[in-house]
């Protein structure tokens, strides 16, 4: 089968890999966003998908929309029979749908219809749930809300970041993809309504979404850091200065119970007050910093009992 590949970040790379890889289907083309900075030197660069698709010299466009007239025309020199779309970031207009005969394919990193939405992988963690998974559904005019084609699940380990979790559905995502698409081009394949009831949405996080309140309870805290980590990134601020925080541990049996926001400060450790357990700073990176100890920094910073996150 004929197809153009829609995707951009990382984990949607293993999905265009698998493509390329299968013997049934040919990658004719690949719509990825446009090279954006990164990085602390800003430096423009291309997404991984543009990148994987440069090396094996497949055709790259990057429109800001899809309705662009230049990209509908190149569509159309495509001629696609299938487009499947993983994480590529933009809008798929109403008037393109139906453009390829088999229509556009999504693969969503969640089990639909939870977690309709740009961040499935952080709200499930977020959320507590014990099971996710990763969906394939034709991309109809509402979000995330077409026929599903197949699923495969993923239990969620109680270590799991975001990032965790998002490699090992890539990995298992990828085949589902590619399987979907055989069963499209075999004729064998039937997409399913989503059920009406068990609907969540994921929108978009933002920096602001990532920071850390400390009124919480110990569970609550460390659900929220593995959903933002690695992106944005966990955050707090001791007075004027902002710090990540990359890594924790909930203390069950402490002696000490510093009040929600408050520092306890050890020789060996630096931990912070919840609404219930406190909670071990492990690893940290404040502002203009390299990653290190929570030990080390409250050394390098003198940092005393009672003083508070926020």
């Not at 293993?14 to 030197?41: C, F, N, T």
């Not at 399913?192 to 609907?199: E, K, L, M, S």
């Not at 020789?267 to 071990?280: F, S």
């Amino acid at each position: 089968m004929r197809v153009v590949f829609a995707g951009t970040p990382e984990p949607a790379v293993g999905s265009l890999q698998a493509l390329l890889e299968s013997d049934r289907h040919e990658v004719v083309g690949v719509i990825s966003r446009p090279d954006a900075a990164a990085g602390r030197g800003r430096k423009v660069s291309r997404s991984p998908v543009a990148q994987l698709a440069d090396d094996n010299n497949i055709p790259v466009i990057t429109p800001r929309r899809l309705a662009d007239p230049d990209a509908v025309d190149q569509l159309r020199v495509w001629a696609p029979e299938c487009i499947p779309v993983v994480a590529y970031g933009g809008l798929v207009p109403a008037s393109l749908l139906d453009l390829p005969t088999h229509g556009w394919v999504n693969l969503h990193f969640s089990l639909l219809p939870a977690w309709r939405g740009a961040a499935p992988v952080q709200a499930a963690i977020a959320a507590g749930d014990e099971v996710t998974g990763a969906s394939t559904f034709r991309i109809e005019a509402g979000l995330d809300t077409g026929p599903i084609f197949g699923v495969v699940t993923e239990r969620i380990r109680p270590t799991d970041t975001a990032g965790d979790l998002l490699g090992r559905l890539s990995e298992t995502g990828a085949g589902l993809l590619v399987s979907t698409i055989d069963g499209l081009e075999d004729g064998a394949l039937i997409a399913v309504p989503q059920p009406t009831d068990g609907i969540s949405t994921a929108p978009k996080i933002t920096i602001d979404d990532a920071r850390i309140r400390w009124d919480l309870p110990a569970h609550l805290v460390d659900r929220h850091i593995r959903a933002m980590t690695p992106a944005p990134g966990p955050w707090t601020n001791l007075g004027d200065l902002r710090v990540k925080v990359a890594q924790i541990s909930i203390v069950k049996e402490a002696e000490e119970r510093p009040a929600a926001g408050e520092l306890l400060v050890t020789k060996k450790a630096l931990m912070v007050g919840t609404q219930t357990d406190p909670i071990r700073l492990d690893v940290v990176q404040p502002q203009g910093k390299k990653a290190m100890a929570g030990a080390d920094w409250a050394r390098g910073a003198r940092l005393t009992n009672g003083q508070a996150l926020s």
